[in-house]
């Protein structure tokens, strides 16, 4: 019998303090499971959120897994690969790509065995790993704010901060293909001009620091680029006064969205702002639109899969950990905490 190794928590607190790795025997694959070998998963914030307790979404604790307290597995996003389907089970093959059909799945593990119907089935020849690991969530995230709540339209402008996050790398790109013009603010960094580069060449219209945000003479410079053209819509991921001088570029009815709070301090509009350019400022949750907008998380990942088939989105960059199967739990422990340690420098993947 197939022995799985898992990197649970068992109380809330900083991943690299709480998570430990869980040996455990697999069950045997019922008619309607799947066996799964994991392949990819990535490090997102809100898994780190998660573990510490402070995401509003979080699996319960619980033995299932046979652990001696009540426990919960890592991580929402990954890719498996499926070594063995059930008998009653139809439209899967060994080999196939699979993704969780919801959140709160526990993808940091080596192996499971999963019902069929929680899984969506992807096209392999069409991604790379990179792109099925992390398709759920960022990707989607980006299609679904530019495409739920304000009807843009080719010409049409939109600006957004972390503008080289995941988010705002597939934004960029969605938007472009959209035919939109965006400005994308981000923070200063010695090699600016690199980072200004590499999003202009993902189709970013403009690239500003928070410094120009923030400044109100260059709200010239921005007028100059729109000529009197209304900015539509806001993406906001960091709060606080990026995010405010943010909304003052913001066009009367245009929509604020925030999805992320980066800098940790809250989201200031100005009573102005709200009252006499009547801003339509909401938060946005792909979690929660899961419910909400029924067929949304498909629907999504099939328009993403069409992008990412066509080159219009391309891999985003990221840093690969490699764990081998015949490796102990202390390394795959480690690689896990390597992995957590360097997350606030770019997106990291764990390969299995
Ligand atoms: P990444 O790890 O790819 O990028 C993080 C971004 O945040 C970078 O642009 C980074 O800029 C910026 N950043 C970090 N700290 C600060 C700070 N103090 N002030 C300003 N900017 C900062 O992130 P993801 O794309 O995976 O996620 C981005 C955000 O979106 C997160 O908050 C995440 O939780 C959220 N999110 C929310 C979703 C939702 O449904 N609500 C769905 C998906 C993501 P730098 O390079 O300068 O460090």
């Not at 600006?159 to 981000?186: D, F, H, T």
């Not at 403009?206 to 109100?216: A, D, G, K, L, P």
């Not at 709070?261 to 938060?283: A, D, H, Q, R």
């Amino acid at each position: 019998q197939l022995r799985a190794r898992a990197l649970i928590y068992t109380q809330y607190g900083e991943p690299i303090d709480v998570l430990k790795v869980h040996s455990y025997e697999l069950p045997q694959v019922g008619t309607n499971q799947l066996l799964l070998q994991h392949l990819a998963a990535p490090i997102n914030p809100s898994d780190i959120n998660q573990v510490q307790g402070v995401y509003p979404s979080k699996p319960p604790l619980t033995t299932d897994l046979g652990t001696d307290e009540p426990a919960a597995v890592g991580g929402n996003e990954g890719v498996f690969q499926v070594l063995e389907v059930g008998s009653g089970v139809e439209g899967y093959s060994k080999g196939d790509w699979v993704i969780p059909a919801d959140v709160n799945y526990g993808t940091w593990r080596t192996h499971s065995v999963a019902d069929s119907s929680k899984m969506l089935k992807l096209p392999k020849e069409k991604l790379s790993l990179n792109q099925a690991a992390t398709i759920a969530v960022n990707p989607c995230s980006a299609y679904q704010m530019l495409n739920y709540y304000e009807s843009l339209k080719p010409g049409d402008w939109f600006i957004q901060n972390a503008g080289n996050s995941q988010v705002g790398r597939a934004a960029i790109q969605i938007g472009k293909k959209m035919g939109l013009n965006s400005i994308s603010i981000v923070r200063n960094r010695d090699n600016l001009q690199e980072l200004v580069d590499e999003l202009t060449e993902l189709g970013a219209t403009h690239v500003i620091t928070e410094e120009q945000n923030e400044s109100r003479e260059f709200g010239a410079t921005i007028k100059s680029w729109t000529k009197g053209s209304p900015i539509k819509l806001g993406l906001n991921a960091v709060g606080g006064s990026n995010c405010t001088a943010l909304a003052r570029k913001l066009a009367n009815d245009a929509t604020l969205l925030t999805y992320g709070g980066m800098s940790m301090k809250p989201v200031i509009i100005p009573t102005g702002l709200l009252i006499f350019k009547n801003l339509n400022v909401k938060g946005f949750w792909v979690t929660a639109n899961i419910k909400r907008i029924p067929n949304s998380r498909q629907d999504s990942i099939n328009e993403v899969i069409k992008l990412m088939d066509t080159g219009a989105i391309v891999d985003t960059p990221n840093s690969d950990n490699f764990f081998e199967l015949k490796d102990s739990d202390e390394s795959l422990l480690k690689t896990f905490q390597t992995a957590l340690t360097n997350s606030k420098k770019g997106k990291q993947i764990v390969l299995f």
